[in-house]
């Protein structure tokens, strides 16, 4: 047994062993996981390929005389306004209205590279915010922040795609062949990060990562996060599962690592890379780090019949291949993650770990909560929305307006004085939550 303090200190003494995971799944042929446990400190593993869940926060700074961006665009792409004053939200999907192949992936990786763009915003004007238009351009040194913000990163598992119709299909997988003319994979095999951790015992809320070229960490599960997925005879989950919900600086990031792009017929998605470090605590870790495609397997989807019902199970040393039986039929196979970029990712991450200008984090909590995937249902019965009657939160913004002093606040609480109350109206003006008072007598 290990820890993440006993392993970094090794990094900081520049003692640590450090593979990648093409590595360990190299020496697992000579050395059984209690060996690699007792050996190895950390492995490095790596993933680079489209994630349409991604996006970027921007806090564009305040502009003269103050205005509150409510309608957004850069570059004839919309952000979503709807935060605070100056904070938009960039989605990577977002398309442009006057280029559907061009949208919100292309705008934050130009953002990245430093590149002017052009900023166009409206308002309807408040007396705090009087301003109703602006535009110009921006470019990352002129705004205050730019974040990198994903809900839904690294699928653990993605299953291969497939057409079994007799009509071409342009998807988020690519373009499908008609009669299981070809299968799709998105997915590093045995350097993707969470199928080295397939049960994220090392993996939670704060673990430090390699995302785009700078330092990112891991938040929250990611959006269709789940637990309850069946595994093969090795431990792996063989469908889609665990996600990874990541943030990180994108002013350090860098081009190479987020690249925009755009599949035919389906849309604009962002190409993110990203490298978890994996601490061998343990002989089990040691077990799964040490898992080659041959014991990684996916299923395959027909995305030429409703539902895109599982058809077959590959593992990745075939899918890798470039070929594959389905079916009776020798099916071309081709990845839409790039293999030689992940290898890249996970030796970065190994030099920046041998040279100990990367440390290892503990998880502050693991994502252990059972999760399952819902789906959406119509619902034509229900209740239309109606709010709750308001409640006083004692806020205290009524106070001040008060010229009655009927209304107080001592010690944070909130009082209210029926007595003195003249039933004036200005508390129910500037009440936030719409609270009444009762009329004094």
Known sequence: MKTVDEINEKIKQGKAVVLTAEEVVRLAKESSPEQIAERVDVVTTGTFAPMCSSGAVINFGHTTPPMRLEKIELSGVEVYGGLAAVDGFLGATQESKADKSFGGAHVIEALIQGKDLYLKASSKGTDCYPGKEFEGYINKDMINDFFLFNPRNAYQNYAAATNSSDQTKYTYMGKLLP????????????????????????????????????TGYVVWPGTQFRNDIKVNKYGIPVGPSRTLAVIGDARKMNQRYLRAAYFKNYGVTLFVGIGVPIPVLNEEIAYFVSRSNEEIEAEIEDYGLPGRPVIGQVNYARLSSGWLELNGKRVKTSPLSSLLMAREISQVLKVKISSGSFLLTSPVELFHEERTLKQLEKRTCGKELKLDKPCCVDCGACVSVCAFDALNLVDGKFSYVPGKCTNCGECSDV?????????SE
């Open 431 to 439: 009440c936030p939550l719409g609270v009444e008072l009762p009329p």
């Open 179 to 214: 009669h299981f003319g070809n299968v799709t994979y998105s997915t590093s095999g045995e350097l993707s990060p969470l199928l080295k951790d397939p049960r994220l015992m090392t993996i939670g809320l704060g673990t430090r990562i390699f995302l785009g070229g700078a």
